[in-house]
């Protein structure tokens, strides 16, 4: 099994336990045979304030803490091939990268040489961090869950689920098929996804920002003490409004309701294709 590369200025770090586990004859497509490891670690995070987490093909879930004073990272590692030994030479020439840039600490999925025909790979990200971290998360083909995080948050997936639980005042999500959950404040938010539905639960205070679906219902909840403006409109649904605490407006596919002080923020809402429900 490859050892994990350290780069020069991470060598403060603890080394990894790292788990092998036999092999394991999944039910996907394509490959026929894989085998999968565990690779977990710790960094200190006193001189960090950010995280950024990549793979190509594989959840991404990250939790934040107050308190915590480490990033604690496990890695579930899978590699596919046309048979065992196939697939085991292919693990060995997966690894997981660990690097700082500034006061970023950065995690990521790498091939060490370029894959042989037939080969695939699906590594699955937990990670814990300090809640006063901000984070990058990005999956090429997976599900992303990220909690707790007070920092800004920038979360992307090619294809998967965004699911987001955070006091973060600045929030960037994006996915190109999946649906998108969110609670938090959205003072200033942008969540976009070209196919699927919506769901916004607004904590309070000011909100700005966008909310668009380009094939997807879209559902609003503004809880707490919401400020500012929500407006939007769909091409193509319905709009509702259930016990809304606010001065709300309707005409055909457009809608603006004012919460306690109108002029504090602007949120936009927008579907091609869907329902929107505000309550």
Not at 11 to 40: I, K, M, Y
Not at 251 to 274: C, I, M, Y
């Amino acid at each position: 099994m490859r050892t994990l590369l350290l780069a020069p200025a991470l060598a403060f770090l603890a080394f990894p336990a790292v788990l092998t586990g036999c092999a394991v004859q999944f039910n996907w497509d394509s490959p026929d045979h894989w085998v999968e490891r565990t690779d977990q670690f710790d960094v200190g995070a006193r001189d960090l304030d950010r995280l950024a987490v990549l793979t190509r093909n594989g959840a991404v879930r990250v939790h934040a803490e107050p308190g915590l004073d480490l990033v604690e990272v496990t890695a579930i590692v899978r590699a596919g091939g046309d048979d065992e030994e196939d697939a085991r030479a292919a693990l060995a020439c997966l690894e997981v990268v660990r690097r700082t840039n500034g006061d970023t600490f950065e995690i990521a999925d790498e091939w060490t040489r370029k894959p042989e025909m037939g080969w695939s790979s699906q590594v699955e990200f937990h990670v814990k961090a300090p809640a006063r971290f901000g984070a990058r998360l990005v999956s090429h083909n997976g599900e992303i869950t990220a909690t707790g995080f007070e920092g800004a948050l920038d979360v992307e997936s090619h294809n998967g689920r965004l699911e987001l639980d955070a006091p973060a005042r600045h929030v960037k999500a994006t996915t190109h098929n999946g649906a998108v959950e969110y609670r938090g404040p959205a003072e200033e938010a942008t969540i976009e996804t070209q196919n699927g539905a919506i769901e916004a639960t607004l904590t309070g205070g000011p909100v700005n920002g966008r909310i668009s679906s380009n094939n997807g219902a879209i559902r609003i909840h503004a809880k707490g003490e919401v400020r500012g403006t929500i407006e939007g409109e769909t091409h193509n649904g319905q709009i509702s409004f259930h016990s809304v605490r606010g001065d709300c407006q309707l005409r055909d596919d457009w809608f603006k309701v004012q919460f306690a002080d109108p002029s504090a923020g602007r949120l936009l809402v927008e579907t091609h294709n869907g329902a929107i429900d505000l309550d």
